[in-house]
């Protein structure tokens, strides 16, 4: 049963938005000079920074004379929760969250271009308030194409939840952390909008089988909006024709 | 750090340069590279402050919780230094790679912070012996190019600048348990004073010269380098006009440690403590004046906040 309270009798949702908006996202690309590509993006409140090492000669117990082998590291500064958290990564929580972030970067990825070798690809989460793993994704496509390794197509993630107002059942479109608090349901999705594809799908809670159409279109459009404002960074980051690393750094 | 490669011939014109107080990119011995620093960064935490030194990138957050006092100190407050070497750095830093360097940062920090004259845990405290602030001082590690220590003591000076403790607006004292209650009010706050809390100065020994903020590839040339923890001057960060009625603090040195495989002769040791404390003052002094005129901004909502966007 989605909870009643997660949007209001006027159409607006606990943080003021309306079901169908994002919220702001502001990126930008090549904010380091040491890693191969770069990128930081805001969803909203939260704020994630992405780095990618790569490709380069993989360790022995990890390579694969097929594909090249794709390495996620997901940490959260211990600064980035309301409550401090005391161990920025190795928890489980974290591990998992790798696990999702290689499987959806991976279908990205061209792998065959690229036997033996390794991409590492770290994400560093500054400030989390909901929507942590489709900020990674998103800002890690754009580290990906800082970096110049070739993508299948961009990958985004967004999240749906749903909401009930009076008798009709609203999809809202990326949760932000007070409605997952709220216990409402929430669906995450990967994809590959140019192609229609997903990569990874993951859901909290419950969710009726009437409804799950509906909350997973919304979604799915939701990473379709998500690719145009990347696309239109990144074409942005293109025209204005140079890189921090173009600029000699004393 | 990563994947620095030098040659020998390189090495030797370093050093040479050095010995005429002439570096590879113009500066002299003591100069500083220049510096990008923003507070506020993090909204979530109390304090938060970015430093940007040429290729070094330092994020530091402050979080506030309320605690017991030790019972050997009960008016005084505490706080406690985390290092995080990020793997954006460097690959080696993946999972636990850049623990060792991660706690002999965090430990020579402690070190700085740890006497009161250097940082007066004495206004943390809220109720004698009952309650008191923690102050959890988180620093991230985003890139390295050299100069961590100064980097890391510049930008936790910072973030203590800018760290907001909410006020305590009533108090319950029930047969020995205290219920705090703290103002919601956002602009209820205030602020801690960090004049002289230290900063640290790292003097890398290139033949027969000291240098102060070296590059990576200084660094790689040097055997034996020194960290000096110089308290600030309370002066340059207060913004009143009596200010100029206080009289000049004596700088002290609140922590002294070594870097290196090498060794250092007593009187090369003397000149680079001096050499180290000219340097700090003139550190403390700029970064107190950019500080107090990021604060006025603030003030008049004239700041306009870049973040990491810029």
Known sequence: MPAADLLSSQGLRLDGRRPNELRRIRCKLGVFTQPDGSAYLEQGNTKVLAAVYGPHQASKSKMSTEAVVVNCQYSMATFSTGERKNRPRGDRKSQEMSMHLRQALTAAIKTEMYPRSQIDIYIEVLQADGGTYCASVNAASLALIDAGIPLRAYVTACSASLGRRSATHEPLVDVSHIEEAADGVCLTVASLPSTGSIALLEMSNRLHMDHFNIVLTRAMQGCRDIEVILDGAVRQHLAEGWTKQDVITI | ?310
């Open chain 2, 1 to 310: 750090m990563a994947g620095l490669l030098l040659s020998s011939t390189e090495k030797v014109f370093i050093v040479h340069g050095v010995q005429e107080d002439f570096r590879s990119d113009g500066r002299s011995n003591i100069d500083y590279r220049p510096m990008e620093l923003e507070t506020d960064v993090v909204s979530h935490a109390s304090g938060s402050a970015r430093l940007r030194l040429a290729n070094t990138d330092i994020l530091v957050g402050i979080k506030t919780e309320i605690d017991t006092p030790k019972p050997d100190k009960p008016d005084m407050g505490k706080i406690e230094f985390f290092v995080d070497c990020s793997a954006n750095a460097t690959p080696e830093f993946e999972g636990r790679g850049g623990e060792n360097l991660a706690s002999s940062i965090s430990n020579t920090m402690q070190r700085a912070y740890h006497s009161s004259q250097a940082f007066d845990l004495k206004q943390l405290c809220i109720v004698e012996g009952k309650q008191c602030w923690k102050l959890y001082v988180d620093i991230l590690i985003l890139e390295c190019g050299g100069n961590l220590f100064d980097a890391v003591s510049l930008a936790t000076k910072a973030a203590l600048f800018n760290t907001r403790i909410p006020l305590v607006k009533a108090l319950l004292m029930d047969g020995g348990n205290v219920d705090l209650q703290l103002s919601d009010d956002p602009y209820d706050f205030k602020f801690l004073d960090v004049g002289s809390a230290p900063l640290l100065v790292t003097l890398c020994k290139i033949g027969e010269k000291c240098v102060v903020d070296p590059s990576a590839e200084e660094e790689s040339c040097s055997v034996i380098s020194l960290i000096v923890g110089i308290t600030g001057n309370s002066k340059s960060y207060c913004a009143d006009k009596g200010a100029s009625n206080l009289s000049d603090v004596d700088i002290k040195c609140s922590t002294i440690s070594m870097n290196g495989p090498g060794s250092l002769a007593p009187k090369t040791l003397k000149n680079a403590i001096h050499q180290g404390i000219i340097a700090a003052k003139v550190l403390d002094d700029s970064l107190g004046q950019a500080l107090l005129r990021e604060r006025r901004e603030n003030i008049n909502s004239m700041k306009s906040s870049y973040g990491f966007l810029k």
